[in-house]
T-cell receptor, first 118, second 113 residues
Framework: GAGVSQSPSNKVTEKGKDVELRCDPI?????LYWYRQSLGQGLEFLIY????????KSGLPSDRFSAERTGGSVSTLTIQRTQQEDSAVYLC????????????????FGPGTRLTVL | GNSVTQMEGPVTLSEEAFLTINCTYT??????LFWYVQYPGEGLQLLLK?????DKGSNKGFEATYRKETTSFHLEKGSVQVSDSAVYFC????????????FGSGTRLSIRP
């Protein structure tokens, strides 16, 4: 079956503009995660969804960042008023069940969206 | 806090050489441990994992053993190939609370023919 897909694969935007990044998880996966990979910070967690709710938003770097998930499937990460330091590869991952139950779910990653803010 | 420290790269080896990439962790509890690999131009892929002490994860000739006493999860391969050239990330995860993966900084591996 299909893996995690993300769109667009590349996005170039001007400072101050808003951007939306999309993630399509693996069908049937209830948990969805956003991460950011940047040169200076390595790989960092942004937000976790279980179904449509986000019990862990602790990694969102500022209130310019928000994310939503609808229908327990597709998720959109929105960055408002982009800044140059937002330039990074944004990775999405999904897993079958997510937190709790002592499970050993594997997170499957998408190819990422490379965001460049000029 | 919880963290992962892995050996800095880049690491350059000749084909068929023995590989070790060191990884140690700091955690308040007993996390699951992972190695992820990112091949050039591709996304992150799970390479192997271990969910409790003394477990050994293995895949594609790579192995790593969860050592609680030394808080380590070193990645090893007996004979590397050019196709193993990639960036390797050590990571930990607690399933009981937040489900976020904490990654190490990554180690770039280059294999010479």
């Amino acid at each position: 079956g299909a893996g995690v897909s993300q769109s667009p694969s590349n996005k170039v935007t001007e400072k101050g503009k808003d951007v939306e990044l999309r993630c399509d998880p693996i069908s049937g996966h209830t948990a969805l995660y956003w991460y950011r990979q940047s040169l200076g910070q390595g790989l960092e967690f942004l937000i976790y969804f279980q179904g449509n709710s986000a019990p862990d938003k602790s990694g969102l770097p500022s209130d310019r960042f928000s994310a939503e998930r609808t229908g327990g499937s597709v998720s959109t990460l929105t960055i408002q008023r982009t800044q140059q330091e937002d330039s990074a590869v944004y990775l999405c991952a999904s897993s079958l069940e997510g937190v709790g139950r002592g499970n050993t779910d594997t997170q499957y990653f998408g190819p990422g969206t490379r965001l460049t803010v000029l | 806090g919880n963290s992962v420290t892995q050996m800095e790269g880049p690491v350059t080896l000749s084909e068929e050489a023995f590989l070790t990439i060191n990884c140690t962790y700091t955690a308040t509890g007993y996390p699951s441990l992972f190695w992820y690999v990112q091949y050039p131009g591709e996304g992150l892929q799970l390479l192997l994992k271990a969910t409790k002490a003394d477990d050994k994860g293995s895949n594609k000739g790579f192995e790593a053993t969860y050592r609680k006493e030394t808080t380590s999860f070193h990645l090893e391969k007996g004979s590397v190939q050019v196709s193993d050239s990639a960036v390797y990330f050590c990571a930990l995860l607690f399933y009981s609370s937040a489900s976020k993966i904490i990654f190490g900084s990554g180690t770039r591996l280059s294999i010479r023919p």
